[in-house]
């Protein structure tokens, strides 16, 4: 294809856009691995049920993002539920808990696909909004209004979070429990508590990532699969736990799957994350942000 400079521009645009819905899928992911070391690989499918109940309760008027929102409370009760079992079975017992944990959330992943299968089927399913469908013109440029809410909800969320953390006891014990748990201990906090606390907002937010999953585009059962390699590149590629580090790696991303998009094809794209891995992985294995 030869080179425009009006088709990068439009590639830079929609990368912005596509990186800032890659962040906010992912950060969840980076509370639960990044700061609490848990293989969390059942993250995308955790998602994908947050977009099938979203579309659920759309069908009784609520606006998709609403029914996010609504949605976070019981995804926050079921993450806790989720990383007691997980602590009790494996984490407890401290030998080869990673290795265990690991298939543990695979079968977790694998159950939540096939009880969607068996509920909602394998036909793809999508949510009917004032935004969706529509478009904001710049120019000889239109962009899409739901990735321009994917861009609202990854700055929200990224914002939100980073004060959360930085800001509030809790907060900071979450982000010290995987690196110093007896000395947190000696502050008075329970650890498992604290990591209790903090699966359960990692889960909460991925109600919230799974409508704006559904607002972006339609969602089918095994949709999981094509999400867990970009939000595992886009959380270490970021440096594990960074909140902002997670937007801009998002963005990065996003920007570099659009250009390649664009100028060599869709077959490339999805090969870019993966790329994008290996590449800082080898130059920098902290991340870009990661200290």
Not at 49 to 75: K, R
Not at 100 to 113: D, H, N, T, V, Y
Not at 213 to 230: Q, T
Request: aromatic share 12%; net charge positive.
């Amino acid at each position: 294809m030869i080179f425009s400079l009006d088709l990068l521009t439009e590639a830079l645009i929609f990368g912005v856009l596509l990186g800032s819905f890659y962040a906010a899928v992912s950060i969840g992911l980076s509370v639960s691995f990044g700061l609490l070391d848990v293989p969390h690989v059942a993250h995308p499918a955790v998602m994908i049920l947050g977009s099938y109940l979203t579309y659920v309760l759309t069908t009784y008027g609520l606006d998709p993002l609403v029914a996010g929102v609504v949605l976070m409370p019981l995804f926050f009760v079921i993450g806790v539920l989720i990383y007691r079992f997980y602590y009790e079975s494996f984490e407890r017992r401290g030998t080869e808990a990673a290795v265990r944990g690991l298939a543990f959330f695979f079968g977790l992943a694998f159950i939540i696909e096939i009880g969607l299968i068996l509920v909602f089927g394998v036909d793809q399913r999508s949510v009917q909004a004032r935004y969706i469908g529509s478009s904001l013109a710049l120019g000889d440029y239109r962009i899409p209004y739901r990735m321009l809410v994917a861009f609202g909800v990854a700055l929200v969320l990224t914002f939100s979070l980073t004060l959360y953390l930085s800001k509030t006891f809790t907060g900071r014990a979450i982000k010290a429990v995987a690196q110093d748990e007896p000395a947190l201990r000696l502050m008075g906090a329970n650890p498992v508590r604290i990591k209790q606390w903090a699966f359960g907002i990692a889960t909460g937010v991925s109600a919230l990532a799974g409508a704006m999953l559904i607002v972006v585009g339609p969602v089918e059962p095994a949709m999981d699969r094509v999400y867990i390699g970009r939000t595992f590149c886009v959380v270490v590629l970021a440096g594990l736990g960074s909140m902002t580090g997670t937007l801009a790696a998002g963005l990065i991303l996003g920007i570099a799957e659009s250009i390649v998009l664009m100028f060599s094809g869709a077959s490339w794209a999805p090969a870019v994350a993966f790329g994008l891995l290996l590449v800082v992985l080898g130059i920098r294995p902290q991340g870009l942000f990661g200290r």
